[in-house]
Protein backbone atom coordinates (compact mmCIF):
# COMPACT_ATOMS: atom_id res chain seq x y z
CA UNK A 1 0.00 0.00 0.00
CA UNK A 2 1.96 3.38 -0.91
CA UNK A 3 1.45 5.70 2.07
CA UNK A 4 0.65 9.53 2.01
CA UNK A 5 1.15 10.95 5.07
CA UNK A 6 -0.63 14.02 4.17
CA UNK A 7 -3.71 12.46 2.91
CA UNK A 8 -4.43 10.12 5.99
CA UNK A 9 -4.35 12.68 7.98
CA UNK A 10 -6.49 15.20 6.05
CA UNK A 11 -8.92 11.72 5.79
CA UNK A 12 -8.15 11.58 9.74
CA UNK A 13 -9.96 14.95 10.21
CA UNK A 14 -12.18 14.35 7.63
CA UNK A 15 -13.72 10.94 9.12
CA UNK A 16 -13.33 12.88 12.84
CA UNK A 17 -16.22 15.43 11.83
CA UNK A 18 -17.99 12.23 10.08
CA UNK A 19 -17.79 9.98 13.63
CA UNK A 20 -16.02 10.52 16.53
CA UNK A 21 -16.92 14.52 16.53
CA UNK A 22 -20.17 14.16 16.70
CA UNK A 23 -20.02 11.09 19.75
CA UNK A 24 -21.13 12.84 23.14
CA UNK A 25 -21.18 11.39 26.05
CA UNK A 26 -24.46 11.19 27.48
CA UNK A 27 -23.56 13.38 30.59
CA UNK A 28 -25.25 10.70 33.61
CA UNK A 29 -22.23 10.24 35.24
CA UNK A 30 -21.70 6.52 33.55
CA UNK A 31 -18.04 5.32 33.38
CA UNK A 32 -16.88 6.06 29.78
CA UNK A 33 -14.61 3.33 29.84
CA UNK A 34 -17.06 0.73 29.01
CA UNK A 35 -16.67 -0.22 25.14
CA UNK A 36 -14.49 -2.38 23.31
CA UNK A 37 -13.82 1.31 21.39
CA UNK A 38 -13.02 2.90 24.76
CA UNK A 39 -10.92 -0.04 26.08
CA UNK A 40 -8.83 -0.05 22.80
CA UNK A 41 -8.05 3.50 22.90
CA UNK A 42 -11.13 5.44 21.49
CA UNK A 43 -10.72 6.95 18.25
CA UNK A 44 -7.20 8.40 18.34
CA UNK A 45 -6.43 4.70 19.47
CA UNK A 46 -8.58 2.89 16.82
CA UNK A 47 -7.06 5.34 13.95
CA UNK A 48 -3.59 4.40 15.27
CA UNK A 49 -4.22 0.98 15.45
CA UNK A 50 -5.31 0.52 11.20
CA UNK A 51 -2.70 2.92 10.41
CA UNK A 52 -0.15 0.93 12.05
CA UNK A 53 -1.65 -2.31 10.41
CA UNK A 54 -1.87 -0.70 7.22
CA UNK A 55 1.20 1.49 6.98
CA UNK A 56 3.49 -0.59 8.98
CA UNK A 57 2.21 -4.30 8.88
CA UNK A 58 0.30 -5.29 5.73
CA UNK A 59 2.19 -2.64 3.46
CA UNK A 60 5.26 -4.83 4.24
CA UNK A 61 3.90 -8.11 4.19
CA UNK A 62 4.72 -9.23 0.94
CA UNK A 63 2.41 -12.24 1.11
CA UNK A 64 -0.93 -10.00 0.94
CA UNK A 65 0.70 -6.29 -0.35
CA UNK A 66 0.28 -6.81 -3.94
CA UNK A 67 -3.50 -6.85 -3.23
CA UNK A 68 -3.76 -3.30 -2.24
CA UNK A 69 -0.79 -1.97 -5.16
CA UNK A 70 -3.36 0.49 -6.77
CA UNK A 71 -5.73 1.01 -3.17
CA UNK A 72 -6.60 4.93 -2.04
CA UNK A 73 -4.94 4.00 1.06
CA UNK A 74 -6.29 6.73 3.18
CA UNK A 75 -10.03 5.90 1.73
CA UNK A 76 -9.13 2.22 3.11
CA UNK A 77 -7.95 3.24 6.15
CA UNK A 78 -11.13 5.67 6.58
CA UNK A 79 -13.48 2.91 6.48
CA UNK A 80 -11.68 0.28 8.43
CA UNK A 81 -11.66 2.87 11.24
CA UNK A 82 -15.34 3.53 10.76
CA UNK A 83 -15.52 -0.74 10.80
CA UNK A 84 -13.79 -1.02 13.74
CA UNK A 85 -15.43 2.06 15.57
CA UNK A 86 -19.07 0.90 14.70
CA UNK A 87 -18.15 -2.98 15.40
CA UNK A 88 -16.67 -1.79 18.70
CA UNK A 89 -19.59 0.54 20.17
CA UNK A 90 -18.00 3.67 19.29
CA UNK A 91 -21.04 5.07 17.39
CA UNK A 92 -19.46 5.28 13.93
CA UNK A 93 -21.47 4.70 11.13
CA UNK A 94 -19.55 2.64 8.85
CA UNK A 95 -19.55 4.27 5.34
CA UNK A 96 -17.85 1.29 2.99
CA UNK A 97 -19.27 -1.53 0.99
CA UNK A 98 -20.29 -4.51 2.46
CA UNK A 99 -17.43 -6.89 2.96
CA UNK A 100 -18.70 -9.17 0.12
CA UNK A 101 -18.99 -6.44 -2.66
CA UNK A 102 -15.55 -5.31 -1.03
CA UNK A 103 -13.64 -8.35 -1.80
CA UNK A 104 -15.75 -9.48 -5.24
CA UNK A 105 -12.92 -10.64 -7.79
CA UNK A 106 -9.88 -10.64 -5.35
CA UNK A 107 -9.44 -14.47 -5.38
CA UNK A 108 -8.87 -13.79 -1.30
CA UNK A 109 -7.61 -17.00 -0.19
CA UNK A 110 -7.71 -18.34 3.55
CA UNK A 111 -4.14 -17.64 3.87
CA UNK A 112 -4.14 -14.51 2.20
CA UNK A 113 -7.06 -14.11 5.60
CA UNK A 114 -4.94 -15.75 7.89
CA UNK A 115 -2.04 -13.09 7.29
CA UNK A 116 -4.34 -10.34 7.19
CA UNK A 117 -5.04 -11.15 11.12
CA UNK A 118 -1.72 -11.67 11.95
CA UNK A 119 -0.62 -8.24 10.76
CA UNK A 120 -3.64 -6.84 12.97
CA UNK A 121 -2.95 -8.88 15.47
CA UNK A 122 0.53 -7.61 15.28
CA UNK A 123 -0.90 -3.72 15.33
CA UNK A 124 -2.41 -4.56 18.35
CA UNK A 125 -0.06 -6.25 20.16
CA UNK A 126 2.40 -2.69 19.44
CA UNK A 127 -0.93 -1.10 20.76
CA UNK A 128 -0.86 -3.14 24.33
CA UNK A 129 -4.16 -3.91 23.40
CA UNK A 130 -5.51 -6.65 26.18
CA UNK A 131 -5.98 -9.75 25.17
CA UNK A 132 -9.30 -10.15 25.77
CA UNK A 133 -9.76 -7.07 24.16
CA UNK A 134 -8.12 -8.74 20.84
CA UNK A 135 -10.14 -11.82 21.13
CA UNK A 136 -13.40 -9.85 21.12
CA UNK A 137 -12.56 -7.72 18.49
CA UNK A 138 -10.98 -10.99 16.28
CA UNK A 139 -14.05 -12.59 17.29
CA UNK A 140 -16.34 -9.50 15.53
CA UNK A 141 -14.22 -9.74 12.25
CA UNK A 142 -13.62 -13.25 12.14
CA UNK A 143 -17.00 -14.26 10.49
CA UNK A 144 -16.87 -11.43 8.15
CA UNK A 145 -14.17 -14.34 6.24
CA UNK A 146 -16.97 -16.29 4.76
CA UNK A 147 -18.09 -12.76 2.27
CA UNK A 148 -14.25 -12.47 2.09
CA UNK A 149 -12.03 -15.76 0.92
CA UNK A 150 -13.39 -16.82 -2.25
CA UNK A 151 -10.94 -19.19 -3.47
CA UNK A 152 -9.03 -22.33 -1.91
C1 LIG B 1 -11.67 -9.52 8.53
C2 LIG B 1 -10.88 -9.20 7.53
C3 LIG B 1 -11.08 -7.98 6.65
C4 LIG B 1 -11.77 -6.83 6.90
C5 LIG B 1 -12.52 -6.44 8.17
C6 LIG B 1 -11.66 -5.99 5.73
C7 LIG B 1 -12.22 -4.74 5.60
C8 LIG B 1 -12.20 -3.99 4.46
C9 LIG B 1 -12.86 -2.72 4.29
C10 LIG B 1 -13.68 -2.01 5.34
C11 LIG B 1 -12.62 -2.30 3.02
C12 LIG B 1 -13.10 -0.99 2.39
C13 LIG B 1 -14.38 -1.22 1.63
C14 LIG B 1 -14.81 0.02 0.86
O1 LIG B 1 -13.96 0.68 0.26
O2 LIG B 1 -16.00 0.34 0.85
C15 LIG B 1 -11.79 -3.29 2.40
C16 LIG B 1 -11.26 -3.21 1.12
C17 LIG B 1 -10.25 -3.99 0.67
N1 LIG B 1 -9.77 -5.14 1.24
FE1 LIG B 1 -10.39 -5.92 2.97
N2 LIG B 1 -10.91 -6.64 4.79
C18 LIG B 1 -10.54 -7.86 5.32
C19 LIG B 1 -9.77 -8.81 4.69
C20 LIG B 1 -9.05 -8.60 3.55
C21 LIG B 1 -8.04 -9.50 3.02
C22 LIG B 1 -7.67 -10.85 3.65
C23 LIG B 1 -7.53 -8.90 1.92
C24 LIG B 1 -6.44 -9.38 1.02
C25 LIG B 1 -5.41 -10.04 1.46
C26 LIG B 1 -8.22 -7.64 1.73
C27 LIG B 1 -8.00 -6.75 0.72
C28 LIG B 1 -8.73 -5.61 0.49
C29 LIG B 1 -8.51 -4.71 -0.63
C30 LIG B 1 -7.43 -4.86 -1.72
C31 LIG B 1 -9.46 -3.70 -0.52
C32 LIG B 1 -9.64 -2.50 -1.46
C33 LIG B 1 -8.91 -1.32 -0.87
C34 LIG B 1 -9.13 -0.12 -1.75
O3 LIG B 1 -8.62 -0.11 -2.86
O4 LIG B 1 -9.82 0.81 -1.33
N3 LIG B 1 -9.13 -7.49 2.74
N4 LIG B 1 -11.54 -4.31 3.29
Not at 19 to 38: E, F, N, R, V
Not at 90 to 97: D, E, P
Request: contains cysteine.
Amino acid sequence: MGIKQALVIGLAMASMAACGGAKKDSGGGAPKGDTLYTRLGGEAGVKGVVKDFVENNVAKDARINTFFANSDIPGFEKKLYEQICAAAGGGCTYSGKDMKTAHAGMKIKQADFDALVEDLVKALDNAKVADADKQTLLGVLGPMKADIVTEQ
